[in-house]
């Protein structure tokens, strides 16, 4: 599968599009999205054209739905799909049965995009699944034109998958803004926490477990000082709950290792 559309214009679909473009052994078709600015926005940055208008669907071979995980369903179910051609979408957690198709397939990058920030897709896993071997084989070969790491992945495993990606990505984000929100009530930005953030990453990756390189006062059992961060955080519940509660898990997890 050479010749491809990408339906879509957000974030995944404008990182998908740029790779796609540059990748010599394929060919991006048609970039398709309802939003007009948008839409010709992403095409215009993958060097491809804008189509808005469903009867003007171009043919190819395989069509990547890069839309929402709650909008799958609903744009696939709309598509003037060409026969013999090959549908995929690219959600985590969605089920490759949304797609009412033959030809159905996942294309999953398992990676956090935001528009306007490149990303090299020879780094980031893609999980593959189709409705038959035969069909998987080729979506494999595809997705090899764009990454060096290609896993077969069913739709329970590759929901596992996601729940790992949005603890590993998604919440670890967000204990960073709670960091910086807490430095800011210091005084300070959060510069001072990025060489932190940065080499805690860094031990994450080189260790073979994240688990080796945890450190804190959780892991070394000190209540003295959660207790002191706690009187800290005496004006947020919500706060001090998380806290609790990871602070239990970590204690609870370093015991069993």
């Known amino acids: 599968m050479k010749e491809i559309v990408i339906i879509g214009s957000g974030n995944l679909a404008e990182s998908l599009a740029v790779a ?9 078709v048609q970039l398709f999205a309802r939003n007009e600015a948008r839409g010709r926005e992403v095409a215009a940055l993958a060097g ?3 189509c808005g208008d469903a009867a003007q669907l171009a043919r190819a071979e395989l069509y990547l739905i890069a839309v929402s995980d709650r909008a799958v369903a609903e744009v696939a179910a ?3 799909i060409p026969a013999g051609a090959a549908v995929a979408h690219t959600a985590g957690c969605v089920p490759l049965d949304v797609l009412p198709y033959e030809r159905r397939a996942v294309f999953y990058p398992m990676q956090t995009f935001t ?7 020879a780094e980031i896993p893609i999980f593959v699944e189709a409705s038959t071997p035969a069909l998987c084989d080729e979506l494999e070969a595809c997705a090899r034109c764009l990454s060096r790491r290609v896993v077969r992945s069913d739709s329970a495993r590759r929901a596992r998958i996601h729940l790992a ?7 670890a984000n967000h204990m960073y803004a709670l960091g910086e929100r807490i430095v800011r009530d210091a005084g300070l930005d959060f510069g001072v926490l990025k060489p932190l953030v940065m080499e805690t990453a860094r031990k994450a990756c080189d260790a073979p477990s994240p688990s080796d390189v945890q450190t804190g006062p959780a892991v070394r059992g000190d209540l003295a000082t959660q207790q002191r961060h706690l009187d800290l955080l005496g004006g947020d519940e919500n706060l001090q709950e998380i806290y609790k509660l990871i602070s239990k ?3 609870e997890t370093s015991r069993k290792i």
């Open 249 to 251: 898990e970590i204690w």
């Open 115 to 121: 528009r306007g920030r490149r990303v090299d897709f």
């Open 20 to 28: 796609v473009a540059a990748a010599p052994e394929l060919r991006l």
């Open 48 to 50: 491809t054209a804008w």
């Open 78 to 80: 709309q598509l003037p």
């Open 165 to 171: 990606a949005v603890f590993a990505c998604n919440f």
